[in-house]
Structures are given as structure tokens and as C-alpha cells.
């Protein structure tokens, strides 16, 4: 029997944030990627699947509207959802199903430069073109509204005047890759007392 807290990754990407949450995971005695989702046919899902052997679905928009992903999702006795770099709008029944246990990343220091349409290069070209001194991560809870849910951390990252867009998301990567995978630790440690 399985006491483990199981999580999906939700992707559309290349999935290398996945990734690193699957590894972080993987020999963890309490939690544990139980799923890979995405909702576009050319992200790493497949790959990382492959690499991992974790499974995954590739859903389309009325699978992930309607009752077709939580079917999915029990299947699979997914207890918590993680989005990292994944871009549709979670709908409410979801978030119903999971509340307080959707969390998202967003490659800017929130409220600034979130919302709808703005997810990775664009981002860092609207952090840029701003003449921003400092950009980071947020990792927040999921609600209704893109970016707009309960922040679980911030991180910051300087930016120099001679930093390129590419090269401010070089340095986001880099606290993604640190911070993700141990917020979402701590968060579940909590949520589910363990």
C-alpha cells in the first residue's frame, strides 16, 4: 500500500522544471510524481516519461474542462497538483477538488509582470525593457485567477544593466531549480501532516 502524498506535474513545455521536481522526488519516503500531464503533444512529457518512468497524459482543452482529468487524476490517486510551466487556466472544479493544493510557478516577483500571456521570455523581455533592477521567482497557491493566488515564496535575483532577457532567464532557472521542489516540500509537508 501506498502512503505516499502523489503529485501530477502539469506541463506545456519542455518540462525541465518537471524534471527536477521528479528527481528531488524520487527516493522520497513520504512524497512522490505519480503523473505527468500536458496539454500540448510536442512538450517533454513524453521524453521526461521515458527517462523517468513516471506515466503521463496529454489532454486537450475539453478533457481538461470537463470530468475526463479528474478520472485521470483519481486513477493515478493524485492528492496534489503541480504547475510548472504549464499555461491554460485552472479550472474552478479543480481547484474545488484541490484547494490549497495547486501550486504554481511564476518567473517574476508578483503582482509585477503576471497574468494572462505572460510566461517565460516574455517575461523576462518585460522585466528588461522596464530597466528593472531585481526580477525572482513566485511560487504561490493556485485560485481562479492567472497568478493571483496565496504566495508560498519569493525569491530575487539582481539584474545588471548589461543582462540579456536569455541571460535573466538563466539565473531564474537557477532558483527555480533550488527553490520549487523544497516549497513544495515544505507545503505538502503541511498540508498533509507529515
Known sequence: MNNKVNIAVFISGTGSNARNIIKYFENHNRIEVSLIVSNRIDSGALQISKDTGVPFYIMNREEFSGKKI????????????????????????????????????????????????????????SVKDAGEKESGITIHLVNEEYDKGEILLQERIEILPEDTPEEIAQKIHGLEYASFPKTIESHLKKEFSL
Open 70 to 125: 479528474i478520472e485521470i487524476l483519481q486513477a493515478h490517486r493524485v492528492q496534489s497538483i503541480v504547475l510548472a510551466g504549464f499555461l491554460w487556466l485552472v479550472p474552478q472544479h479543480l481547484i474545488k477538488l484541490y484547494p490549497n493544493r495547486i501550486i504554481n510557478i511564476h518567473p517574476a516577483l508578483l503582482p509585477k509582470y503576471g497574468g494572462k500571456g505572460m510566461y517565460g521570455m516574455k517575461v523576462h523581455q
